[in-house]
C-alpha cells in the first residue's frame, strides 16, 4: 500500500502548469504535489457527498481514486450531484463519474469497485487505500466503514447532509475517536429520514462534499489542522458553523468496538436514494389478501398488496404521511394526508379498528407512524414498502417521482 510519505512520482511539464497555483504555496509546494500525485483515496458512494469530493481531489491532483459505486444516475439526482448531466439518466453513476473525471483531469488513475461495499470485502478494499472519503447515505454502510478503517488504520474522512445542516469530522482510531465515539449505536430502521425522506439544500452536499476533499488534501500533506477529535457542523441557513468535541482517546487505546470483527451490512436494499426491497416481492399472491389481514395483520404490505386491496374493494383506510409540500407534488388517490409530526393530534380522525395501511415516500416514516399506531391502539395498522414511489414505478407511473 502505498503510503503518505512517499513523495517518489516526478510531475510532467503539463502538470507543472496544471498545478501551478498549488505550487506557489509554501504549504503545499513541488513536494507535496508529488505526495498528492502519489496518494491513493477511495470514495465511498458518489452521490451527494461524494460527486463534489471526487471532483476536487481530481483537480487537486490526487493520483488514484478508488471509486464504490453501484446505482444509477436518477433526475433527482441532478439538483445536488454535479458529477452528472441530464443525459446520464439511467447510466450507471460510476461509468458517468469516470468519464466525468478523466475529462477534468487526465493524469489521474481511477479503480472502480462494481457493487455495493460489504463485510465480506470491505477490509480488502480499504487497506488498498490511504484515505477513505464516507459519502455513503445510510448507517449499516457508515459503521462497516469506520470499523473496516480502524483495523486498517486508515484515516475515514466523513460527512453527513440532511435538509439545511451538515457535518464533516475525520476518524482516525490511531491518532482520536471513531465514528462509535460519536453514534455509539445504529439508530432504529427508519428514525433518521434520509435526504430522499426529509429533503435536502441542493447546495448543501457541495459545501460538505469540499470540506471532505479538503481534509484528505490537509491529511496527505500533513499540513493544518485536521478535524481529528473533532465535528464541524454547519447550518446552511444560518451561514454559521460551530465544532463539538469529541473524546481525545484514541479507540486504538481503549476496548472500542470498532476494533471487533466486521458484521455484514443489514438490509443493504435500503438506502437514502433507493426503494427498499426487504419485503417487495413478499407475499404478493392476491388470494391471499384475505387470509393474512382477517386475523393479524402485517407490519408491511406490499405494493402489489394494496394493488389487490383497491381492485378487490376490501375495506382500508391509506393515510399519508407526508409533507404538505410532498403531498402538492403526487398523491395516491384515496389517501388522507397525516404528516407524521401531527399523527399523535390527528390520531381521532382515524378508526382504531379499521385496516389502515399507511406510505410516505419509500417507507421510513410510515414505518414509525405504524409502529406508533400499534402502541395506541391500532393493531391493524400496516406499512406500505417502497411507499409512493414504490407505487409510481409499479403501478400508475403518472403520479411524478420527486
Request: proline share 6%.
Amino acid at each position: 500500500m502505498q503510503t503518505l510519505t512517499d513523495a517518489t512520482s516526478d510531475l510532467t511539464t503539463e502538470e507543472l502548469q496544471r498545478y501551478g497555483r498549488h505550487l506557489i504555496l509554501p504549504e503545499v509546494g513541488l513536494d507535496g504535489q508529488r505526495r498528492l500525485k502519489a496518494a491513493r483515496v477511495l470514495l465511498i458512494g458518489l452521490g451527494g457527498l461524494g460527486s463534489p469530493a471526487a471532483l476536487y481531489l481530481a483537480a487537486a491532483g490526487i493520483g488514484t481514486l478508488g471509486l464504490v459505486e453501484f446505482d444509477v444516475v436518477e433526475r433527482s439526482n441532478l439538483q445536488r450531484q454535479l458529477l452528472y448531466g441530464d443525459d446520464d439518466v439511467g447510466r450507471s453513476k460510476l461509468d458517468a463519474a469516470c468519464t466525468r473525471l478523466r475529462a477534468v483531469n487526465p493524469h489521474l488513475a481511477i479503480e472502480r469497485h462494481d457493487g455495493r461495499l460489504e463485510a465480506a470485502n470491505a477490509q480488502a478494499c480499504i487497506a488498498a487505500y490511504d484515505v477513505v472519503v464516507d459519502g455513503s447515505d445510510n448507517a449499516a454502510t457508515r459503521y462497516l466503514v469506520n470499523d473496516a478503517c480502524a483495523r486498517a488504520g486508515v484515516p475515514n474522512v466523513w460527512g453527513a447532509v440532511a435538509r439545511f445542516e451538515g457535518q464533516v469530522s475525520v476518524f482516525d482510531a490511531r491518532r482520536g475517536p471513531c465514528y462509535r465515539s460519536l453514534f455509539p449505536t445504529p439508530p432504529p430502521a427508519g428514525l433518521v429520514p434520509s435526504c430522499a425522506e426529509g429533503g435536502v439544500l441542493g447546495v448543501l452536499p457541495g459545501m460538505v462534499g469540499a470540506m471532505q476533499a479538503n481534509e484528505v488534501i490537509k491529511l496527505v500533506l500533513g499540513v493544518g489542522e485536521p478535524l481529528i477529535g473533532r465535528l464541524l457542523i454547519l447550518d446552511a441557513l444560518g451561514a454559521r458553523t460551530r465544532e463539538v468535541q469529541l473524546p481525545k482517546t484514541p479507540c486504538a487505546d481503549v476496548d472500542c468496538p470498532c476494533r471487533g470483527p466486521l458484521k455484514p451490512i443489514a438490509d443493504p436494499g435500503c438506502s437514502a436514494d433507493s426503494t427498499p426491497i426487504h419485503a417487495a416481492d413478499r407475499a404478493n399472491d392476491p388470494g391471499r389478501i384475505m387470509n393474512d389481514f382477517s386475523a393479524d395483520v402485517p407490519l408491511e404490505i406490499s405494493i402489489q398488496q394494496l394493488q389487490a386491496l383497491r381492485r378487490d374493494g376490501v375495506d382500508h383506510a391509506l393515510v399519508d404521511v407526508r409533507e404538505t409540500a410532498e403531498h402538492d407534488i403526487c398523491r395516491i388517490d384515496g389517501a388522507t394526508l397525516i404528516p407524521l409530526r401531527t399523527l399523535p393530534e390527528a390520531v381521532d380522525q382515524l378508526d382504531r379498528e379499521a385496516l389502515t395501511v399507511v406510505h410516505c415516500h419509500h417507507g421510513g416514516r410510515s414505518a414509525q407512524a405504524v409502529a406508533w399506531l400499534r402502541q395506541n391502539g391500532f393493531a391493524r395498522a400496516t406499512n406500505l414498502v417502497g411507499g409512493i414511489d414504490a407505487w409510481s414505478l409499479t403501478v400508475d407511473p403518472a403520479v411524478p417521482r420527486y
